[in-house]
Structure formats: C-alpha cells, structure tokens
C-alpha cells in the first residue's frame, strides 16, 4: 500500500501585483513532504515575495496557497508554528548576543524551562555558534550573523524550513558546514525551501528545483532530469560571430548553445565530432577547447539567458 501525503506547500495561480509591476504571475508550485526544493532564477524573478506570501507576511493579488494542507491567509499563525524561516535580510536583536537573540526567539515560540535552555544549546552547537555565544550581534560578522538567523528559525523545530538564500557572503567552508546541516534536518524529515543563485549548492542540496523568471515557473524537476534533458557534454571555446556557422557546420548547429561575448558553449551528447572539426579547421592553431560534464548552471543559463546578453 502506498501512502500519499499531501504537499507540504501548494501555490495556484498566485500573483502579486506591487502598483501595476506583477512581480509573481500566475505562479503554480508543489513543494512534497521531506524533500529539499530549490527556487531558482533572476534577480528581481519573484522569488523572496513568494516566500513571503507563503509565510504570510505579504498577501497573494490573487490565486490560493496552501501550507500544511492549511489556507495561509486563515490559518497563518496555526501555518508559523510549524514553519521556520530565514529572509534574506537577517532579522536579529544587534544589541542581544546570539545565546539571549536564541532565548527571546524560542519565548516568542512560547517554550518554557528546562526545554528552552535545552534546545538554545543544541543550536548553539548545530550551528558552531559557542565561540562567540555570547558577543553582541552587532560585533559579528556577516557569516556569523547569518548562522544565527538560521539558528532563530530551527527554535521552533520546525517541519518545513524557508531558508531565503542561505549562504550568500559566507565562506566555502561555512557553506560547505551548512550544506551539511541542512541534509541533517532533511534526513530527520524537515521539508526544505530554498532560494540561491549558486546552482552547484542547488544541484548538491536539492532533490527538485523550479526556475522562476518574472514570476512564472519557467521550468521543475529534479537536477539530474533536467540536465540529462539538456545534454550530457559541454564545450566551451572562444569563437568570433563570423567563424561560428563554419565551426559547428555539420556537428552542432541544430545544439542548444549560448554566446557571452567571445565565449561559445555548446550543449551537445558528444563532443568528439566537433573537438575534431574545430581542430582540422583551426589547421594546427590549437584553439584552447573546454570540455565538462552539464550541470545546473548550463540548464539554468540556457532558461533565462544571461544578462550581459544585451550589453555583448
Ligand atoms: N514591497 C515591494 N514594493 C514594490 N515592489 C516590490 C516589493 N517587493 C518586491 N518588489 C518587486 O517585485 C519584484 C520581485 O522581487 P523579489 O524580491 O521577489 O525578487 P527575487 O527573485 O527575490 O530577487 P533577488 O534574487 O534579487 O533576491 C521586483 O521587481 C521587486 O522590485
Ligand atoms: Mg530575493
């Protein structure tokens, strides 16, 4: 017998409209029970007001969105209780050190001695917070800041973590130590909502990803599906718009592909035939020639395009 739980987050058709800017548009989104969802795309694609609205701080213009199989305009304290999230500004009492940031956080969520004090510590030390528990937040710096704001949303134990891009400004090894807490609370059955314009943290982290561009999923599913969909080799090279029809000619001109300035990558399911072509074409010059596997980024920038696009 299979059982079948109900998403944890539902979004249908949701828009929100700041003066006549739709900045989501007819968004529909279905984020299932314990898995880690990455929403990617564009600065300015909609993605912070969509976690937002599904933490009930902003309302939709329209369309209907479900946490906990719950109406978050209805039941939005009921829907808190079981969420915890990190915004992308840090909301912290710079005044207060993080142990007495962590005490007022988990009053607020009404837990009483000795469990307060219980899981203060614990987040103290999921989060390598003990070396400076108790310096003013203001003192800080920026990774440890933001290691305290993710701390503030797990005081509550939440089932559904909104972690509105996590790392960035952090160091590769805070990163890499927050990757691996976050696989922690999804192993233990936390849901997890992510937003980040790093795709090799969301190729890592997340078991489905949803592309966002002006507020419409654009494209979802799971990392490895949606790049195998694109190609399972990328080529990299230098190459001016004049040489390019004689360069693919025969091997890749139907490929998906993307000009930045010079650079040409091309997304195709063998390389070889082409390596070949250029270098009897190239007559001995040795063009240099990046060969890799695909990975998210080419899958996201073949979506959205680049934004230097224009200005190339
Ligand atoms: N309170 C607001 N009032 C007016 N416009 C807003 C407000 N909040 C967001 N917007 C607009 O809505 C659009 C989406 O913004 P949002 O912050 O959701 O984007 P984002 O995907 O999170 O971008 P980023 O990657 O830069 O964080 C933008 O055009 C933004 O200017
Ligand atoms: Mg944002």
């Known amino acids: 017998m299979t059982i079948s739980t109900a998403p944890v987050i539902e979004l249908h058709s949701v828009s929100k409209k700041f003066g006549d800017r739709m900045a989501v548009d007819g968004l529909d989104l279905e984020v299932p029970a314990g898995v880690c969802f990455g929403l990617l795309g564009p600065n300015g694609a909609g993605k912070t007001t969509t976690l937002r609205m599904i933490y009930g701080v902003t309302r939709p213009t329209s369309g209907t969105i479900r946490v906990f199989a719950m109406d978050v305009g209805q039941s939005t304290r009921a829907v808190r209780a079981r969420l915890g999230i990190t915004l992308q500004q840090n909301v912290l009492i710079e005044a207060l050190s993080p142990k007495e940031n962590l005490f007022v956080f988990g009053r ?29 937040v203001k003192r800080l710096s920026g990774g440890f800041q933001r290691r305290l704001a993710i701390a503030l949303s797990l005081v509550n134990g939440p089932e559904l973590l909104i972690l509105d891009e996590p790392t960035t400004g952090l160091d590769p090894a805070v990163r890499l130590a927050l990757w691996s807490r976050i696989r922690n609370l999804r192993a233990a059955g936390t849901t997890v909502l992510i937003t ?61 592909r993307l000009r930045i300035g010079q650079r040409l990558i091309i997304y195709l399911a063998n390389t070889t035939g082409l390596i070949d072509h250029i270098r009897r074409s190239d007559q001995g010059d040795r063009r240099p020639i990046i060969v890799r596997p695909t990975n998210l980024e080419d899958v996201y920038l073949s979506l959205t395009g680049t934004s230097l696009e224009g200005d190339a």
């Not at 607020?108 to 003013?136: T, W």
């Not at 002006?214 to 040489?243: M, N, Q």
């Open 196 to 256: 980040t314009h790093y795709m090799d943290e969301a190729q890592r982290l997340c078991d489905r990803v949803a592309v966002v561009s002006a507020g419409k999923v654009i494209r979802a599913g799971a990392p490895a599906s949606l790049i195998a969909a694109l190609a399972a080799e990328t080529i990299e090279f230098d190459c001016s718009i004049e040489e390019e029809a004689a360069l693919l000619d025969g091997f890749a001109e139907h490929a998906r």
């Open 108 to 136: 607020y969520h009404l837990l009483r001695e000795p469990e307060l004090s219980r899981r203060v510590e614990e987040l103290i030390d999921f989060l390598e917070l003990r070396s400076h528990a108790d310096v003013p």
